[in-house]
């Protein structure tokens, strides 16, 4: 059965033993922790903090399962000097997510530029990070949010080439349409089972630009999507993105996170 999480980009201004208890109290599953320096959690913090909300949110029935990173250009460093560092930032993402006992560590598949010498250092440096990511039994997962895994296909050749079974896809649903593809033709192309969660927002065409709306209000074709994922009984985690921090216009999340909740559970056949 899919388990329900919510990304703590929901809650601008609130800590993150605040976000967690209000995502306990809106019926989430799980937590998916934003981890900035502007965010609910960042590498710097302390070993002691890291245990205080891994023990909160089991105090009240979830768990902590997103590690959501902003990793990006640090899978494309070029100059040695620059690919070690961002190795040793990789690793520190990545022990944070063990202290948080997250499930898997996202990242972004970051350029602004599709070349194939990108591609290249992109799957050098994931085949680095999955070897850090099997010692520690952390997975890593891809979003398709970036101009190197935006597709079936993409998402293919890196999981083929990297060869590591720590590394998975966050599959962004609106992000898929955006990039004017068929989200349910581009699910289909990839192997379930290495798919680890699957976002869910909304976002409605207007004057030319995409304007942020509640689960179901929009553009975005997720009911193919979900119908097939019961189909073939997807079993990860559903996530949902909702982009408070991003678009202040958006409803409080203690007023749309229940909407969209409830939006999420009807479609999936879900009490």
Known sequence: MVKFTVFTLAFPGYTAEDAIRAIAKLGYDGVDIRVRQD????????????KKLVELASSLGIRIVGVYSYL????????PGEKEKALKRIIDHLDLAVDLDGIYLRIFAGTKERTEENMRKFIEMCKLACKEAEDRGVFIGIETHGELAYSGDTCNKILEEVGSEMLTIVYDVANIYRQNLDPLEELKKIDLGRVISVQFHDFKRENGTWKPVLLGQGDIPHEPVIEYLKEKNYDGFIVDEYEKWWHPELPDPMEGLPKELSYLKSKFGVK
């Open 72 to 79: 990006r250009k640090e899978f494309i460093a070029s100059d």
């Open 39 to 50: 965010g609910h959690i960042y590498i710097d913090a302390p070993k002691e903090y890291r």
